[in-house]
Every structure is written in structure tokens, then in C-alpha cells.
């Protein structure tokens, strides 16, 4: 009898081959995880750049680019409950409280420009959202390595 993970592949001789299965979870988390990754280091960037031109004509932070990053902070919630469900299947993070580190304080970078952007209504507001958005996009590519194990 054999171990689950391993399929009986028949040869043309007589007896059998024992070959591993690939596990579809290993594939699937690359693409779930990239993807979550890769929409928040995109958007994230694509409000600095916002926000950059902003700050090149001197200009605050405007309610627009506040939506923008909510609409992050929920791409984050999103990549939150997808670790969450992956880890809760059994993927291991070589290390877990780095990794939820990261989430938790990438939950808290956005807010906090928020309410830079919302009690200081010059230029550096702009500044604020960029330094965010730059952290967030670092912080991301940070959580990736975790993820697949660099």
C-alpha cells in the first residue's frame, strides 16, 4: 500500500514505479500570494506617484487619494485572510512572527499618513502619502520573501 502524497504509475515492464504527486497547494499559493503582492506594490506605488505630483505643485493631500488608500487597506485585509487560510492549510512561513509583523504594521502605515495628510493641509502632506506608499511597496516585497521561504 502506499502513503498518500504518491500515485502507482504502471511501466511497460512488469511491476510499478512509485512517483510523488505534486501537491496543487505549493502552486497555488505562489500564484495567490504574487498576486496579492504584486496588485499592492502597484497600487501602492501608482499613489506615490499621485501624490508626487501633487507635492511637485505644491499641493496637500486631497480626499481622492485618501479612497485610494482604503481601497490598499482593504487589498491588505484581503492578503491578511489569504495567509491566513493558506497557513490554516497547512503552508508554514519559515518565520511566522516576522511575516504577521509585517502585515500588521503595513495595516498601520496608510492610517497614519492618513491622519499626517488630514492635520497638515500643505505640500507635506503629499510628502507623508509618498513615504507611505514607498514603505508599504518595501514592505510588500518583504512580505513575499517571507512567504516563499528567501
Sequence with gaps: ???????????GRAGAT?????S??????????????GALVACSLALGVWAAVRTARDQ???????IGGAVIEAGILVQ???AGVLVATGHQVPEAVTFWGYLVVALLVLPAAAVVAVIERTRWSSVA???ACATLAVMQLRVHQLWSGA
Design 129 to 131: 502619502l509618498i513615504l
Design 60 to 66: 496637500p493631500v486631497i480626499t481622492r487619494q485618501l
Design 1 to 11: 500500500m502506499l502513503s498518500p502524497g504518491w500515485a502507482d504509475r504502471r511501466s
Design 24 to 37: 496543487a497547494r505549493r502552486t497555488d499559493y505562489a500564484a495567490q500570494v504574487t498576486l496579492t503582492v
Design 80 to 82: 491578511m485572510v489569504v
Design 18 to 22: 512509485v512517483v510523488p504527486v505534486r
